[in-house]
T-cell receptor
Framework: NAGVTQTPKFQVLKTGQSMTLQCAQDMNHNSMYWYRQDPGMGLRLIYYSASEGTTDKGEVPNGYNVSRLNKREFSLRLESAAPSQTSVYFC????????????FGPGTRLTVL | DQQVKQNSPSLSVQEGRISILNCDYTNSMFDYFLWYKKYPAEGPTFLISISSIKDKNEDGRFTVFLNKSAKHLSLHIVPSQPGDSAVYFCAAPIDVKLIFGTGTRLQVFP
């Protein structure tokens, strides 16, 4: 059981470049999430998918798109990266009930120059 | 509008003493709270939770207290150990989402 996996672990982009962050979970969870963590800002929700086939905006969705490819996989795309998107990105998943625990991946550290 | 607030960005405690991390919330609809712990270069991991029908939940060295009238919860770690040094986030669920506080960095020194 790998839990939640993310690729890549590190990435450096130039302003304007695009990339996709990949996330997969093997816990048969219904809901998946993308967060970013910035100093002093805590964990802010970018997008989430409550169940396969649905996606919704979180607190800070601008500049990002997501795809819930299937129940296991949830990707985050930056179409035209900006320095303000330099951050650590975490993917998470949970089973479905409100009180269920979210399980997090190890994170992707992204730097946009 | 920050619904979950952790007003202390950092806390330094001597090994063996008690660590108290605080969290305030503004939404009276919250009925469940969680604490997560995060080490550098790792994802957050679940630590302990509490339902609003309780005012205390204990798990080993970790106890969470909830004061609904004050909209305040606290995490007590007794005794504190160097391995407890991490960032601690409190969180509350709304629908399928979690609302996180900004975190408190705990440093436990020998």
């Amino acid at each position: 059981n790998a839990g939640v996996t993310q690729t890549p672990k590190f990435q450096v982009l130039k302003t304007g470049q695009s990339m996709t962050l990949q996330c997969a979970q093997d816990m048969n969870h219904n809901s998946m999430y993308w967060y970013r963590q910035d100093p002093g800002m805590g964990l802010r929700l970018i997008y989430y998918s409550a169940s396969e086939g649905t996606t919704d905006k979180g607190e800070v969705p601008n500049g990002y798109n997501v795809s819930r490819l299937n129940k296991r996989e949830f990707s985050l795309r930056l179409e035209s990266a900006a320095p303000s998107q330099t951050s650590v990105y975490f993917c998470a998943s949970k089973s479905g009930r409100n009180t269920d625990t979210q399980y997090f991946g190890p994170g992707t550290r992204l730097t946009v120059l | 509008d920050q619904q979950v607030k952790q007003n202390s960005p950092s806390l330094s405690v001597q090994e063996g003493r008690i660590s108290i991390l605080n969290c305030d919330y503004t939404n009276s609809m919250f009925d469940y709270f969680l604490w997560y712990k995060k080490y550098p270069a790792e994802g957050p991991t679940f630590l302990i939770s509490i339902s609003s029908i309780k005012d205390k939940n204990e798990d080993g060295r970790f106890t969470v207290f909830l004061n609904k009238s004050a909209k305040h919860l606290s995490l007590h770690i007794v005794p504190s150990q160097p391995g407890d040094s991490a960032v601690y986030f409190c969180a509350a669920p709304i629908d399928v989402k979690l609302i996180f506080g900004t975190g408190t960095r705990l440093q436990v020194f020998p």
